[in-house]
């Protein structure tokens, strides 16, 4: 099939969708469809087709465009969707999540049956109106959501879909097992640096901690709109000599410091199926983690990790003090998290899901 696929980003872009995709259409493209992306610029200089792992990327500055408020550069963009589809034919457009240019696609009326993939709850898209939001939805033949709540966000808002919406969990290739280099105390902090995160409630909680555990040190891996403030608060709690940030990582590198983390710490407010908890898991590494949806199928409780409740950070100080005690429970708990996600998040079961997805529509587009 040829199938367009449509993003709010990609690569270079590091975030879960980001790396999701960089594995997901290569593997899909080897399942025979004859995959081509369409996403958006993210710096003014990035070419507006080019060729990653084999599959051709067309990008947009609808984005830009809207957020200026630029008719002119708005027309251009759209018009460019609209040639793109009239050259393309696809077969099966798949979004992942609703925005830009989905929006654009949808006004396009190509008559290419649409999969919309839900990656978070559609109440924290922040793609428009809820108006908006729904006509997407409504163009769509079939919507997926990482999660059961995703899914049940997107009927609250559509009920027309109830019959056309499924469940497919997010998948990750596993990695070699790690070995040998856990740096004792290490907290590994990995994601944007924004509000969902919630990872000053880490900081928090190791301000609780840190007498009792002088080698414990945080580490904060990636960016966003709170860093300044996460930095501002390490000094605040005196804890600059406790806590690292660098800022953005690519994601090549991810993988030597999940080796070196003892615990990785996502204390997130809420999550569609994040990447970073999958690939802590797969890395061999104990998670902690809050009970929110998204999160709870990929962390067991005292099997696989550690869950707390949102926001309490008495909860999350316990948590990193138990874990901190216990290396050899992290080792095990590590080793289960490994297992866990090979057996239900691997990057095949993934792939299969959306494969046979695509081929019912080859069958059946309406």
Known sequence: MKVLAVSNAAWPVVGGIEVLLDQLLPALRDRGHDITLLTA??????????????????????????????????????????????????????????????????????????????HIGIQTTGAGSVASMAEMLRASSWVTGVSATAVAEVLAVEPSLTNRASVIGNGIALPPPTSGRTVSGRILCVGRLVPQKGFELVLRALALVEASWPGA???????????????????????????????????????????????????????????????AGAAGRPLISTAVDGLAAVVVDGVTGVIVPPDDVGALAIALSRLLADPVLCDALGASARAHIGAEFGLSRCVDAYDALYRRFAVAPN
């Open 41 to 118: 610029a993210h710096v003014s200089d990035q070419a507006e087709v080019a060729v990653r792992h084999g599959i051709t990327s067309h990008r947009t500055q609808l984005a830009v465009a809207l957020g200026r408020k630029d008719p002119g550069l708005l027309s251009r963009e759209r018009q460019r969707i609209k040639r793109l589809l009239t050259d393309l034919q696809p077969d099966l457009i798949h979004a992942h999540d609703i925005g830009p240019n989905l929006w654009a696609v949808v006004k396009a009326a190509s008559p290419a049956p649409i999969i919309t993939t839900m």
């Open 217 to 279: 040190h945080v580490v904060f891996a990636g960016d966003g709109s709170e860093r300044s403030m996460l930095e501002s608060l390490t000094a605040d709690l005196g804890l600059t000599d406790r806590v690292s940030f660098l800022g953005p990582v690519a994601h090549a590198d991810v993988a030597g410091l999940l080796a070196e983390a003892q615990i990785v710490a996502l204390p997130s407010r809420w999550e569609g199926q994040p990447i970073a908890a999958l690939e």
